[in-house]
């Protein structure tokens, strides 16, 4: 890398600091500084290099393990993804982060990370909301070969990336449900959300990002019926670190599939983690609602649907499934 790009990328993560604390009412970033009494981290000086941090509350200080660069990086073994990590304490997305980076040219395989996103959003711009220092939020960017109709593949690949990892630490049967989420238990603990830029009719870039709940124990009211987190179904809370180079090592590993065109393998082994075909399923679009039986994928990633009017490819929605 050269060292003008070296400097952009500096620039903006600079940038995204700036913006960060401004909009979310976090005081100075640098570890030991004193913080305003209203401001939502006070940071402890760090042992080893990890960041502490302590969460304001009026009843007790709640002591959170902030994620490290050299935490994350320690023992990664990858060819192309997380070479570069920029790691945050606090930001405001970790998909707008790593969009501005992948513009001004940062290389492929670069990672955005963050313990806690101010403005985290998921599929059709709804909120993700995590606690901090419990999860793992983070952003990759990669330059794929693929045609814009092909780019909806990204999510599938993603989702038997972050997949595996999980298995591989917890050895819990991960699920597969379309569009986006993971299952445990049948309860979501990770959401995908590509952004794509295109030229022409090819991706110029894509963004993967993932919200994975780890350590998180509780969720607001109207989520608990279907969130849950690993150290829920668990009953005890894992390496966070750890997990995340188990990611990052299952995408790097996965991409040769992607960049060789093997998209059957990907789609057939999330086919293999999804229940809900055969099933009677209801698929929102804002006001229309679309029902019939799960049959499978096409060839791009859409669910064919068997309907009263036939059969029909929907390419987004929300699932309802009519359990049995």
């Known amino acids: 890398m050269t060292d003008n790009m070296a400097d ?34 006070r940071y402890a000086h760090p042992p080893d290099g990890l960041a502490v941090a302590k969460v304001a509350s009026a009843a007790s200080d709640v002591v959170l393990s902030m994620l490290s660069k050299t935490e994350l990086s320690r023992g990664l073994k990858t060819d192309l993804v997380g070479k570069k990590l920029f790691v945050f304490e606090s930001i405001d997305s970790t998909n707008t982060c790593a969009r501005t980076l992948a513009e001004a040219g940062t ?25 901090p220092a419990k999860n793992l939020l983070f952003s990759v960017l990669l330059r794929p070969k693929l045609s814009k109709e092909q ?8 989702a038997i990336a972050v997949s595996r990892a999980i298995e ?22 990770c959401g995908i959300l590509i952004e794509n830029s295109f030229e022409q009719e090819h991706v110029a870039y894509s963004v993967l990002g993932i919200g994975l709940n780890v350590n998180q124990h509780t ?12 150290a829920n179904e668990l009953h005890a ?7 995340f180079r188990r990611i990052l090592q299952e995408i790097d590993a996965l991409y040769q ?14 086919k293999e983690r999804c229940k809900m075909f055969g099933q009677q399923i209801d698929v ?23 309907t009263a009017k036939g059969l029909q490819t929907i390419h987004a929605g929300d699932i309802t499934i009519h359990r049995r």
């Not at 780019?151 to 993603?158: E, K, R, V």
């Not at 449900?177 to 979501?188: E, F, H």
Request: glycine share 8%.
């Open 257 to 270: 599939d992607v960049q060789k065109s093997r998209y059957d393998l990907i789609l057939q082994e999330w």
């Open 168 to 189: 591989s630490m917890t050895g819990q049967r991960v699920e597969c449900k379309w569009p986006n989420d993971i299952l445990l238990n049948g309860k979501k603990v």
């Open 219 to 230: 969720f607001a009211q109207e989520l608990t019926e279907r969130a849950t987190s690993i």
């Open 237 to 243: 809370e894992i390496d966070r670190a750890e997990l």
């Open 284 to 306: 929102s679009q804002g006001s229309q609602t679309i029902s019939g039986v799960a049959r499978g994928l096409s060839t791009t990633g859409g669910l064919i649907m068997e």
């Open 151 to 158: 780019s909806g593949l990204l999510t599938f690949y993603a």
């Open 107 to 131: 290389e492929e395989g670069s990672v955005v990370v963050a313990d806690y996103q101010s403005e985290g959003r998921g599929r059709l711009g709804r909120t993700w909301q995590a606690e």
């Open 8 to 41: 952009c990328d500096h620039l903006i993560c600079q940038f995204f600091c700036r913006k960060v604390m401004r909009s979310a009412n976090i005081a100075d970033l640098r570890v030991g500084q004193p913080l305003a009494s209203n401001s939502l981290f």
